[in-house]
């Protein structure tokens, strides 16, 4: 930890959920510490990066009530062992709701549930019945006396006519005491600016592999090898590192995922296609998926671009450095760019709309061809991939 972090930590971070973000936590603290928790929150950054587990520990930073310590001594909120603070982990807390597009929709004022569990899973927007369920709740005293948090998780997934953001607009613009609203998105622009003004804007980054290490063996029980691997293949986000530590197959879909890149990239036209239109129709079902296996593209090529530099430190899809590093040798000075460039551009396509399968079909045709001759040998030395022929999640 280099001086700056360890001046930025909260001096306890005992109860925090959070991995890494020691400025956005301290930032936290002392707001509330001050009396200045403000009503609107706006966090932003890649999937999987904290946002969601911040917003929780501001849910519990709010609502605290500190048990005193085995001296006798109050720990600072959030203590992590408090009534309140157990049922927000739990997700039992009467005042604190995450809202995304699966939750499940209930009659205003009734409160009993009305939608069905498939309508649930297929839902892909937040509703507006979300927001007006919402704007019922918070006129309400909260149950447990403390402070009602709400968090739109995907806040930038509501229907496109504008009807869900000018509901919760009206919250923004008037919002009632004792109620704090979080939004998590991806990028604040994917927001009208109208929102963004009302909030306090907390943007969270990649964090280090150290840091996603050091919270997978303390707070996961990984053991230290298992850890070191989770941690670089996640990219900077913990929340795919702990969800690649409880899932033990995650490592095995990972690997099946590196191989079809490779293989996609030594393909024909027609092969490359056939990708692109797997991945498209995937898209409308999971996006977060796609966007995903755009990452693991980038990290792909920004390994063979560190290879041909002879740069392996940094190497993130450590058990392919052999076949990468053959890839580097016989490639192009200007390949790695070249496909970096390009599925940077597909991602941004994506996100703004751009219809998937004409996005991802101009990449196949973008993307440098890898020589099939190390595809054939990573396929000969494995030996058998699985026949499963669904489209999988790329891991972790
Ligand atoms: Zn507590």
């Known amino acids: 930890m280099s ?14 959920q959070t991995i890494g973000h020691s400025a956005a936590r301290l930032y936290l603290q002392r707001s509330h510490e001050a009396g200045r928790i403000a009503h609107a929150y706006l966090i932003t ?34 203590c ?51 927001i007006r369920e919402m704007q019922h709740d918070v006129h309400l005293n909260p149950f447990e006396g403390g402070r009602r948090v709400i968090i739109f ?15 919760l607009l009206k919250t923004l613009e008037e919002p009632p005491e004792q ?10 622009e994917l927001l009208p600016q109208t929102v963004i003004s009302r909030c306090q804007l907390i943007e969270l980054h990649a964090i280090s592999r150290e840091e996603i290490e050091h919270g997978l063996i303390e707070r996961g029980g990984a053991d230290p090898d298992n850890a070191a691997q989770l941690a670089r293949l996640a990219g900077g986000r913990p929340g795919r590192a702990f969800a690649a530590l409880k899932d033990e197959t995650t490592i095995d879909r990972y690997q099946q995922a590196v191989l079809r890149v490779l293989v996609t990239s030594a393909g ?16 409308s079902r999971n996006r977060d998926m796609v966007f995903r296996e755009l990452e693991l593209w980038t990290s792909i090529w920004r390994d063979i671009l560190l290879l041909k530099h002879e740069i392996t430190d940094s190497v993130v899809n450590i058990a392919w ?24 551009k597909a991602a941004e396509g994506l996100r703004h709309n751009g219809m998937p399968r004409v996005v991802l079909e101009v990449l196949m045709l973008e993307l440098p061809t890898i020589p099939s001759g190390i595809v054939e040998s990573i396929e000969l030395g494995e030996g058998d991939e699985s026949s499963d022929d669904s489209w999988d999640a790329p891991g972790p």
């Open 3 to 16: 001086t700056m972090d360890a001046a930025l930590a909260p001096p306890e971070s005992g109860g925090w």
């Open 45 to 78: 950054g890649p999937d999987q990066v904290g946002k969601r587990t911040l917003a929780l520990d501001l849910a519990r930073l709010v609502n605290c009530t500190p048990m005193p310590d085995m001296f006798g001594d109050d720990p600072s909120p959030p």
């Open 80 to 130: 992590g062992r408090c009534g309140p603070c157990d049922r927000i982990s739990r997700d039992a807390h009467a005042d604190v709701k995450v809202i995304d597009p699966h939750t499940p929709m209930r009659g205003v004022s009734s409160g009993t549930r009305v939608s069905t569990p498939e309508q649930d899973a297929k839902r892909s927007l937040i509703s507006i019945d979300h």
């Open 153 to 167: 998780d995907g806040a930038d997934r509501m229907s496109p006519d504008g009807s869900g953001w000018n509901a």
């Open 179 to 188: 109620v704090v609203i979080v939004l998590l998105v991806p990028s604040a």
């Open 268 to 283: 024909d036209i027609e092969e490359r296609f056939r990708y692109a239109n797997e991945i498209a129709r995937e898209f």
């Open 321 to 344: 450095t052999e076949h990468l590093g053959r890839v580097a040798k016989v490639g192009g000075d200007d390949d790695a760019r070249i496909a970096i460039e390009a599925i940077a």
